[in-house]
């Protein structure tokens, strides 16, 4: 079935230094959607992106999608304390599938930052 | 996005007994989906839910453990039954809203003892 790798599984940083997490599926993916989940909280949805090659930003936070449609990359510039939490990037599971359905979780980047 | 109401958020059961988890969507959605969540670890999809059909679920999960009611396009439940302690754990539902990806609901904290 469908896997979704995410590394590193954790990240130590100082404050103000950059953040990268990395998402490998094994299958193309019609879209993939990143979520952070604050500790003692709930997944919140960041983003979806659909298109080969894609990049968008939010603030501090700038997305990618391969060009393959099949990794994808979640980059924090300058993090703060309020970064904080577990980086989760999910795609639809199965084939043609959309965001109405099913979705397979890579493991999570657990982010921590010392101020 | 969806607001989902989930209840309880924590619940301390001893083993045998069964609890049932609830939430309500804001507005009608089709499918909403059941997960559980280890302490650090990632989500993994117990059953999606339809309304008017029987759920489905992913391998490793059956109805006898895990029986599922969705009796309207607002409100699903799940219930944990016949309660070990290996499934202490967090239980979240959560509903697909297109470009705006997934809403979870609050989540559900289960100690068993």
């Known amino acids: 079935g469908q896997q979704v790798m995410q590394i590193p599984q954790y990240q130590h940083v100082q404050e103000g230094e950059d953040f990268t997490t990395y998402c490998n599926s094994s299958t193309t993916l019609s879209n993939i959607q990143w979520y952070k989940q604050r500790p003692g909280g709930h997944p919140v949805f960041l983003i979806q992106?659909?298109?080969?090659?894609e990049v968008k930003k939010q603030k501090r936070l700038t997305f990618q999608f391969g060009e393959a449609k099949k990794n994808s990359s979640l980059h924090i510039t300058a993090t703060q304390t309020t970064d904080v939490g577990t980086y989760f990037c999910?795609?639809?599971?199965?084939?043609?599938?959309?965001?109405?359905?099913?979705?397979?979780f890579g493991q999570g980047t657990i982010l921590t930052v010392h101020p | 996005s969806a607001v989902i109401s989930q209840k309880p958020s924590r619940d301390i059961c001893q083993r045998g007994t069964s609890l049932t988890i609830q939430c309500q969507v804001d507005?009608?959605?089709?499918?909403m989906f059941w997960y559980r969540q280890q302490p650090g670890q990632s989500l993994t999809l117990i059953a999606t839910a339809n309304q008017g059909s029987e759920a489905t679920y992913e391998s490793g999960f059956v109805i006898d453990k895990f029986p599922i009611s969705r009796p309207n396009l607002t409100f699903s439940t799940l219930t944990v039954s016949n309660m070990s302690p290996e499934d202490s754990s967090i239980y979240l539902c959560?509903?697909?809203?297109?470009?705006?990806?997934?809403?979870f609901g609050s989540g559900t904290r289960l100690t068993v003892v």
């Open positions: 959560s509903v697909g809203r297109g470009d705006y990806g997934y809403t």
């Open positions: 992106l659909v298109k080969s090659g």
């Open positions: 507005s009608q959605v089709t499918m």
């Open positions: 999910a795609g639809p599971s199965g084939t043609g599938g959309t965001s109405y359905g099913k979705l397979t």
